[in-house]
């Protein structure tokens, strides 16, 4: 169930677990019958979805690639993602993320065609996958765009977006 959270709560959490928190929170507030919905999140404000969208992106990336963010977002975000990368300050990020929808874009029958809903399709999915090679890029860009600390960074700065 989503419960809004107040300025106070928000302005008295541990940096740490401030986007944790805010993240989870819009995740419940985007929930009907137990689905995402897609145009929840493209209704919330901006800062909203800077949040969520790049919050959920992060975690992909780092634990599954590229390979892994489009398969669990089912590329649902795709086009707006780097103009909240932008939002954020990680420009470099967002460029890379440009790279990333064209080079799926380019090749997207070859990268979905073992995606049959199973584990086994989803691992032989990696193989000869043209996204991997961003994996690396993406870890590098990282080392100067820290996404959750500038997620956190704009967080406290726009605090009031995250009370509606």
Not at 104 to 112: A, G, Q, T, V
């Amino acid at each position: 169930e989503y419960f809004p959270l107040s300025l106070f709560e928000l302005e008295n959490k541990n940096h740490y677990v401030l986007v944790f928190d805010i993240s989870m929170n819009l995740y419940n507030k985007f929930l009907e019958n137990n689905f995402l919905k897609l145009d929840k999140v493209l209704s919330a404000n901006k800062s909203q979805q800077a949040i969520f969208l790049i919050f959920g992106f992060d975690g992909d990336v780092h634990n599954g690639g590229f390979n892994q963010y489009y398969t669990n977002s089912k590329c649902k975000f795709m086009d707006i993602l780097p103009g909240l990368l932008t939002q954020i300050g990680a420009e470099k990020m967002s460029g890379l993320v440009q790279k990333a929808n064209k080079v799926l874009e380019e090749n997207k029958i070859e990268i979905f065609k073992h995606k049959d809903g199973t584990v086994e399709g989803f691992c032989k999915s990696y193989e000869d996958n043209p996204l991997n090679e961003l994996d690396s890029e993406f870890l590098m860009i990282y080392k100067e765009e820290n996404l959750l600390e500038l997620l956190t960074k704009y967080a406290l700065q726009n605090l009031k977006d995250f009370t509606v």
